[in-house]
């Protein structure tokens, strides 16, 4: 090549810049994969910072204290321990349930990548820390206890868990005040944590499972909604109806004991659920029809009937989610799939979980999808499509967020959380009063104190945009339901 030493020189500085630019691209990319596992790690560190009760000694989120110690006193019973829903000091028995069937799920599905991570033991952590609750929940055959507090005086005060003044009371159902959707889904927990734990501690696998047993009888006896017997849910955690909650613990249940009753439920069942729109704490068909389409694959049921139909149905909310159906899932222009305006992304959570299961069936089975509109899709697909849903979570997106909290340097500081949001109680002991803690820190506008690492905010609107502003409860407040089906997907693809 002739040239004069000027046109050399910007020639080859060209040349050098492109190829910074590749290498860049390169280190990035390989960059967002391996960082699946930290998200994976601060995934599960979240659920410590949402512990009620005594903390453990090995707590590892340490800005938290010990709280509500006299939950069930007003009823004679032990409901220390458990979950704190969201971004509130309330304890919801139907979505903490949901939230404890989805880790479980987690560990069923994804072990072998846990294990690689070194995070299998912590996800079996966060998991018995709900069970451990669940069981005290359920002190009869026909009694489950469904929440401690009164949602409304909760939310009428900011205050930390440590030294909150609030009411404690405890709900129940019974068999005169039913709610078959709250024990069914309790149920469902309770037979997905079996299989998780049964490598490991055979014993406590065998009090979960008849915790299950017991709760799918009282279910199935006493039908009925359970924000009717438990009026405070009712503004919070409305139930939709509880044939699903049904289908889904007999699917748990079949899968962990392998009695033909349970099997027998899905195929007599009226309603299979049809081509859903979501999977959430209130609609659990999808995950019904998952755990059905498993059986199918594996030949354990005939691809037939109704068992044809819950496969059928799952693959189509599938194709929907990956824009080759009849119904497509509405997309953000920057690729979020967008399901409801409140809190988004714990329906991209389900859906991608969803997905990334499915994925594995799929391989396993060695076979693919056929979408209604004549494409067909594979398990790479479906894992590619999950992992995208990830990297828009996780910083790749419009705004350049990252919307897992203490993921990245540009994530959301200012997360609608009561605890996060004032002054650690190790820091500062003097007590914060019910309107004081508005006063001085609810609308503080400075970052919360203390970084809430591993939560998942509502997400942006259907536009992409987002504020991070604490008062905006419907986008920046983080919850339990959005983070336990992240878990299995983050392991699935790190």
């Known amino acids: 090549m002739s040239c004069v030493s000027s046109q050399c020189f910007i020639t080859i500085k060209s040349i050098c810049i492109v190829l910074l630019l590749l290498l860049s691209i ?25 512990r009620s009760g005594k903390l453990p000694s090995n707590q590892r989120v340490t800005w938290r204290g010990d709280s509500a110690l006299r939950d069930g006193s007003d009823a004679h019973i032990d409901l220390t321990g458990g979950y704190y829903d969201a971004g509130d000091n309330m304890k919801f028995g139907f979505p903490l349930a949901f939230t404890t069937t989805m880790l479980a799920w987690s560990s069923l599905e994804m072990e072998s990548q846990l294990k690689a991570h070194h995070e299998h033991e912590n996800n079996l952590a966060a998991l018995k820390w709900a069970t451990d609750y669940l069981i005290k929940a359920h002190p009869e055959p026909n009694i489950l206890y469904g929440q401690v507090g009164d949602g409304n005086l909760d939310h009428a005060c900011w205050m930390r868990p440590e030294d909150m003044t609030t009411p404690r009371p405890s709900y129940r ?87 033909q009753t349970y099997l027998d439920y899905l195929t007599q069942a009226s309603n299979s659920g049809g081509a859903r729109f979501v999977f959430a704490w209130d609609d659990k068909f999808l995950g019904a029809q998952v755990l059905v389409a498993k059986l ?34 509405k997309k953000t222009p920057g690729g979020l799939l967008w399901f409801l305006s409140w809190d988004n992304l714990q329906y991209t959570a389900t859906a991608s979980f969803a997905l990334a299961t499915y994925a594995k069936y799929l391989e396993a089975a060695q076979t693919s999808i056929q ?35 203490g993921y990245g ?7 609608h959380h009561r605890g996060a949001s004032i002054v650690s109680i190790k820091n500062d002991p003097k007590p914060v009063t019910c309107n004081g803690g508005f006063e001085a820190w609810y609308n503080n506008p400075k970052p919360n104190p203390n970084v809430l690492v591993g939560a998942i905010v509502g997400g942006p609107d259907e536009y992409d945009a987002y504020g991070d502003e604490r008062s905006d409860f419907q986008h920046d407040e983080p919850d339990t339901v959005t983070v336990a089906p992240l878990v299995g997907v983050l392991a699935a693809i790190a």
């Open 26 to 50: 390169t280190r990035g990319a390989i960059s967002a994969n391996s960082n699946y596992g930290e998200a994976l790690t601060k995934s599960l560190l979240y659920f410590e910072a949402q």
């Open 296 to 329: 199918v694959f594996e030949g354990k049921v005939k691809n037939e009937g109704k068992m044809i139909e819950y496969k059928s149905m799952a693959e189509q909310f599938i194709c929907n989610c990956a824009q080759k159906g009849f119904n497509n899932v």
């Open 409 to 415: 340097t540009n994530y959301p500081k200012r997360p």
């Open 173 to 259: 159902i019974d068999a005169q005040h039913p709610g078959a959707d709250l024990a069914g889904e309790t149920s469902a927990a309770m037979a997905a944590a079996s299989l998780a734990f049964a490598p490991s501690d055979a014993a406590y696998a065998k009090t979960l499972i008849g915790h299950a047993k017991d709760l799918f009888e009282f279910a199935k006896e006493y039908p009925g909604v359970y924000h009717y017997s438990i009026p405070n849910a009712g503004g919070f955690y409305p139930s939709s109806g509880y044939e699903d909650e049904l289908l889904w613990a007999a699917a748990w249940l079949h899968r962990a004991t392998g009695d």
């Open 371 to 405: 979408c209604p509109n004549g494409g067909v899709l594979q398990a790479s697909d479906l894992l590619n499509l999950a992992r995208a849903q990830v990297d828009y979570i996780l910083g790749s997106n419009p705004k350049n967020m990252s919307y897992m909290v």
